[in-house]
């Protein structure tokens, strides 16, 4: 290769040091090439937070310099965010590839935004080469627990990096070729400058399981059931999805598919031919009253406890149609999110509660198990024998845990960066290192239809009233005289039962008056925000010391 003189910028705007939002900006000389844009689900204590999306306030002003999009595969940690930031960054020249079941899900997911620009996405396949600018790039094959995964061979002007987007090494896929591991080899022949590995199962020992193994363990379900089957699981695990009606099917039942993002990929991917079903096995939710509880399956969303999906709803009889009962087998068939582990606690007592038995992936091995483990993620490196390492997609604790292992298999310390989100990762043939200045990379929450709108601030807001309650004084004062006019007027919600609290409203009354009097009383201009936050700030340590506990306290000050 000959020598190049600048580097290549790297630049993870999501999806390092987490599991999800999924998205990276490779920038040669400014010009830009994205990589995937996801989004992952909010933490515990984001009240009212549907989503957290990345942050790309870096790219604003560079439209003109964005060249396009690849994405990898159809997870919603890859492509979910499209929706919510495709605006901010399109321009009718910007180029987009995906595999065909990416394209298809990402194109009937933007049919609910119909005011945003129609994309026009170029299909992609294995063995697919593109050139973007100064990016030339090749696709392939990489298996993972959903169909049409490709991975990255991307020749910059800097040397070769090589993105493994998700992926597991599978002898047994379903609706799927095994990996192809002579066609993994000759890229590596081809001089890795840069390893890209998903980092997601670092710290699971051994291999990941084959999707054939999954299908058995299923299948144990499936033989000793006599009543209904709950099988939950995310909308885009389609071999899950495929794996449940295939034993629905060999084992008589009919399947009733629950949850709109659920119901939609099953249609894409029939189209498409992921997704293979015999005529009739496919019912509507309604039909169900007319079998044997031993002939139905349901399928649906939910496994993360997620408040709103369907088995939430069912478990919180708050679904339309269903409930739970004795006989019931629920499959929660995912692993645990970090952040979700308490929501999933709480679905299980309330599903066991209603008599239905549960199975999880602790009890037996039917979760996602979508990526690479210790040994599969060892192999990928000395098959690629990479110049440097750099451990993509996975909680903090992932990334490091995956750069042992790089270690381990012969990579030098100094040749592997274990990067964060925002961080700028610069690339060139002989080194690879980290800038000081960073790039905003911080939550951007999506709630309702505002995007970004909820920040730190309405989110902390969000967090003191869930804790602690409000509590809102009106006091009406009298502009001329600068005395308090009746008694103050006070709501409380989630603070303190009113009606059960009169000596504190009492006095807490008799305090707001000598705050006001105390700031009018010298005559002379009135300062009106010194006097709110006097009462925020009094009548806030009053409380503490009263109840130890900090409502969120509005003062409303009306003259008169
Ligand atoms: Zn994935």
């Not at 699971?204 to 299923?218: A, F, P, R, Y």
């Not at 034993?247 to 991917?269: D, F, P, Q, W």
């Not at 110049?387 to 997609?393: A, D, M, V, Y």
Request: glycine content about 8%.
């Amino acid at each position: 290769m000959k020598k190049v003189k600048g580097n290549l910028k790297i630049i993870p705007l999501g999806g390092l040091g987490e599991v999800g939002r999924n998205m990276m900006l490779l920038e040669w000389q400014e010009k830009i090439l994205i990589c995937d844009m996801g989004f992952r689900m909010p933490e515990e204590d984001m009240p009212g937070i549907d989503y957290i999306v990345p942050n790309i306030n870096y790219l604003r002003d560079k439209q003109k310099n964005i060249l396009g999009i690849v994405f990898t595969h159809g997870h919603y940690d890859h492509i979910g965010a499209v929706p919510y930031l495709i605006e901010k960054i399109w321009h009718p020249n910007l180029e987009f590839y995906a595999s065909p079941l990416t394209r298809g899900i990402i194109l009937k997911r933007q049919d609910d935004f119909p005011n945003l620009p129609k994309l026009n996405i170029t299909e992609v396949k294995d063995g697919s080469r593109i050139k973007i600018g100064p990016f030339k790039i090749e696709f392939f094959r990489q298996n993972h627990n959903i169909p049409d995964n490709l991975g990255l061979f991307i020749e910059t002007p800097v040397g070769n990096i090589l993105h493994t987007s998700d992926f597991k090494f599978d002898p047994n896929p379903v609706n799927d070729l095994p990996t192809n591991f002579q066609k993994l080899r000759n890229l590596g022949k081809r001089k890795i400058l840069l390893l890209l590995s998903d980092s997601t199962g670092a710290e699971e020992e051994g291999h990941s399981l084959s999707e054939k193994t999954i299908e058995k363990n299923l299948e144990e379900i499936f033989k000793k059931s006599t009543g209904r089957i709950f099988a939950a699981t995310f909308a885009s695990l389609i071999n899950r999805i495929q794996q449940i009606i295939s034993l629905s099917e060999k084992y008589r039942r009919k399947v009733a598919i629950e949850g709109y993002s659920m119901k939609t990929n099953v249609e894409i991917s029939k189209i498409l031919g992921y997704i293979k079903t015999k005529k009739g096995t496919l019912i509507n939710a309604k039909e169900i009253k007319n079998l044997p509880d031993s002939k139905i399956t349901v399928l649906c969303t939910g496994a993360q406890g997620e408040g709103s999906a369907v088995l939430m709803r069912v478990a919180q009889k708050d679904h339309p149609i269903l409930r739970f009962k004795h006989g019931d087998m629920v499959i929660l068939s995912s692993s645990v999110i970090p952040g979700n582990e308490r929501t999933v606690q709480i679905l299980k007592d309330s599903i066991l509660r209603q008599g239905a038995k549960v199975f999880h992936y602790k009890m037996m091995d039917i979760h996602a198990g979508g990526h690479a483990q210790k040994e599969e993620l060892k192999e990928m490196i000395k098959i690629m024998r990479p110049k440097f390492f750099l451990p993509i997609h996975g909680q903090y604790s992932m990334l490091v845990a995956h750069s042992e292992i790089a270690k381990e298999v012969g990579i030098p310390e100094k040749n592997i960066i274990v990067a964060e989100n925002g961080q700028i990762i610069n690339l060139n043939q002989k080194m690879i290192s980290i800038e000081k200045t960073m790039v905003p990379s911080n939550y951007v929450m999506v709630d309702g239809l505002g995007i970004g709108d909820v920040g730190e601030v309405v989110l902390r807001d969000r967090q003191i009233l869930a804790k602690d309650g409000m509590f809102v004084i009106v006091v009406v004062v009298d502009k001329q005289t600068g005395k308090v006019r009746g008694s103050p007027d006070i709501i409380s919600r989630g603070f303190v039962y009113l009606r059960e609290s009169k000596g504190l409203l009492r006095d807490t009354r008799k305090k707001v008056i000598e705050i006001v009097h105390r700031a009018t009383g010298s005559g002379g201009a009135v300062n009106w925000s010194y006097i709110k936050d006097e009462i925020r700030n009094k009548i806030g340590q009053f409380f503490f010391n009263k109840t130890q506990r900090r409502p969120m306290i509005l003062p409303v000050v009306i003259e008169v």
